[in-house]
C-alpha cells in the first residue's frame, strides 16, 4: 500500500517537476545516482558496511554524471595554437 501509493505517486510528482525545469537528457542522469543512494540507505537501515571499493565506485558515478552533465569551455585548437 506505502510503495504503491505515497512513494511512486510522490516520486512520479517530483519526477514530472524536475522535467518542467530542466531537459530531460540531463535529468536522466539524476537516475545514475540510484546506486548511491542504495548504498546510504543500506548503510543507515541495515548496517551494511561501506568498504573503500564501494567509495571508489561512487566517485567514479559522480565523477561520470558530473562529467556528463556540466558544459566544458571548448577552445578551437587552430585558435589555440594559431
Given at each position: 500500500m506505502f510503495n504503491g501509493l505515497f512513494s511512486t505517486a510522490f516520486t512520479f510528482v517530483v519526477w514530472f517537476w524536475i522535467l518542467n525545469k530542466i531537459d530531460a537528457s540531463k535529468a536522466s542522469m539524476a537516475l545514475m545516482f540510484v546506486p548511491i543512494l542504495a548504498i546510504i540507505f543500506g548503510w543507515l537501515q541495515l548496517g551494511e558496511k561501506i568498504t573503500i571499493s564501494i567509495i571508489i565506485g561512487s566517485?567514479?558515478?559522480?565523477?561520470?554524471i558530473f562529467m556528463n552533465t556540466y558544459n566544458f569551455k571548448s577552445t578551437p585548437l587552430l585558435k589555440k595554437f594559431g
Open positions: 566517485l567514479f558515478i559522480c565523477a561520470g
